[in-house]
């Protein structure tokens, strides 16, 4: 069964410092992967995605994520935090087939401190 | 300006009072959905429409209604809410084209329901 695992559910950083946030998925075909941000009181808001080629993709706000296979993660990366990025972060699959068609991990949220 | 509008943002009523939660978005996409968001469980597939008068349950169905009448709006119906649907619930759409599991969702900014 499709699964994804956000095995941290809060973490606190630095700001500047660099942020890496962990996602591990499960799925049996090849998986089209995403990562949303949900600031306080707002919907998610799509920053990255993979779905082939590249397993390092670039995103909005500065983020980057890595796709390894092998390790079936799809790791959020950050070089340096700014106090904006504090907000809920959730890793996502995108799954074919009758009925649902995105599994969600249960979020990391982030707490960026002066 | 492209989005998924929720109405109402807040909503608080008694165990029983049937209630409708209006979604509509103006991308013409063909994909809709409702999810919950619970503490500790992340957003949970309530129901998806992947057009119109096509609508399907997702994983947390039970409790819920909804219809897809026209392309743009897609309701949730509660017929006799209870408390253990006292949530934060979230629509989203996407273009269905291949997927759509293969296309971003598009959130709107969220219903928070109480129920007592």
């Known amino acids: 069964a499709q699964s994804v695992t956000q095995p941290d559910i809060h973490i606190t950083v630095s700001e500047g410092a660099s942020l890496e946030l962990r996602c591990n998925y499960s799925?049996?075909?090849?998986?089209?992967l995403f990562w949303y941000v949900q600031s306080p009181g707002q919907g998610l808001q799509l920053l990255l995605k993979?779905?082939?080629?590249?397993?390092l993709v670039q995103g909005i706000k500065g983020f980057e994520a890595e796709f390894k296979r092998s390790q079936s993660s799809f790791n959020l990366r950050k070089p340096s935090v700014h106090w904006s990025d504090a907000a809920e972060y959730f890793c996502a699959v995108g799954a074919s087939g009758r009925g649902n068609q995105f599994y969600f991990g249960t979020g990391t949220s982030l707490t960026v401190i002066p | 300006e492209a989005q998924v509008t929720q109405n109402p943002r807040y909503l608080i009523t008694v165990t029983g009072k049937k209630l409708t939660v209006t979604c509509s978005q103006n991308?013409?996409?063909?994909?809709m959905s409702w999810y919950r968001q619970d503490p500790g469980l992340g957003l949970r597939q309530i129901y998806y429409s992947m057009n119109v008068e096509v609508t399907d349950k997702g994983d947390v169905p039970e409790g819920y209604k909804v219809s897809r009448k026209e392309k743009r709006n897609f309701p949730l119906i509660l017929e006799s809410p209870s408390p253990n649907q006292t949530s934060l619930y979230f629509c989203?759409?996407?273009?269905?084209?291949?997927?759509?599991?293969?296309?971003?969702?598009?959130f709107g900014n969220g219903t928070r329901l109480t129920v007592t």
């Open positions: 799925y049996g075909a090849t998986p089209y």
């Open positions: 993979y779905f082939s080629g590249d397993t």
């Open positions: 989203a759409s996407s273009f269905a084209g291949t997927g759509p599991y293969n296309s971003p969702l598009h």
């Open positions: 991308m013409n996409h063909e994909y």
